[in-house]
C-alpha cells in the first residue's frame, strides 16, 4: 500500500472530510486563527447548531451537496452569533473568497459584493459604498466559464 492510500485509507477511519481538509490548508487567505478555529470543538459544536435550525443547503443556488458553512466575518470567531454564518457550495465558496483575494478585499465586503452579484441581496448597501460598487461592476464584467 502506497503512502497515498495509507492517507485516504486514515482519513475515511477518522471520518475526515477530504473537501475540508484541503480548503483548510490551500487557502492562504484564512488567517491562522481561523484555521485553528476550524479544527476546534467548538467550531464543530457551532455547526451542530447552525443546522438544526438553517437548512443545509447553499445560500446562492439551493445545492445541498458540499456545504461550507461560511464565516461573514472572522471579527467574531470564538463567538460568532449564528447570523454570521452562511451556507455556500463548494462551488460558491471559493468563487467567494477568489473574489475576495482578487480585490483584496475584507471577508465581510467580499461577502457582501458576491452576494448582490449573485442576485441574493440587493445593491442599496454598495451604492453607499463607491469602491465596493466598482468591485461589484467589475466582477460582472468577468467572463463567464460556461461560455
Same mark, same amino acid.
Given at each position: 500500500? $502506497?503512502?497515498?492510500?495509507? +492517507?485516504?485509507?486514515?482519513? %475515511?477511519?477518522? /471520518? ?22 476550524? !479544527?476546534?470543538?467548538?467550531? =464543530? @459544536?457551532? !455547526? &451542530? %447548531? ?7 443547503? *447553499?445560500? &446562492? *443556488?439551493?445545492?445541498?451537496?458540499? +456545504? #461550507? @458553512?461560511? #464565516? =461573514?466575518?472572522?471579527?467574531? +470567531?470564538?463567538? %460568532? ?6 451556507? @455556500? *457550495? ?10 475576495? /483575494? ?14 448582490? *452579484?449573485? $442576485?441574493? &441581496? $440587493?445593491? $442599496?448597501?454598495? !451604492? ?11 466582477? @460582472? !464584467? ?6
Amino acid at each position: 500500500m $502506497g503512502n497515498s492510500e495509507r +492517507i485516504v485509507e486514515h482519513m %475515511e477511519k477518522h /471520518n475526515i472530510d477530504i473537501d475540508e481538509l484541503i480548503e483548510l490548508f490551500s487557502t492562504p487567505w484564512i488567517p491562522a486563527e481561523h484555521k485553528r478555529y476550524l !479544527k476546534s470543538h467548538h467550531w =464543530r @459544536l457551532k !455547526k &451542530v %447548531e447552525y443546522f438544526e435550525s438553517r437548512p443545509r443547503a *447553499c445560500y &446562492v *443556488c439551493g445545492v445541498t451537496e458540499k +456545504i #461550507h @458553512l461560511h #464565516h =461573514r466575518t472572522y471579527a467574531n +470567531i470564538w463567538n %460568532e452569533d449564528l447570523d454570521d454564518l452562511i451556507t @455556500l *457550495c463548494n462551488v460558491h465558496h471559493s468563487e467567494l473568497h477568489s473574489l475576495q /483575494n482578487r480585490f483584496n478585499l475584507m471577508v465581510e465586503d467580499a461577502t457582501d459584493v458576491y452576494l448582490a *452579484c449573485a $442576485g441574493k &441581496v $440587493g445593491f $442599496g448597501e454598495l !451604492k453607499k459604498n463607491r469602491a465596493l460598487a466598482k468591485v461589484a461592476k467589475e466582477y @460582472l !464584467k468577468r467572463p463567464n466559464d460556461d461560455d
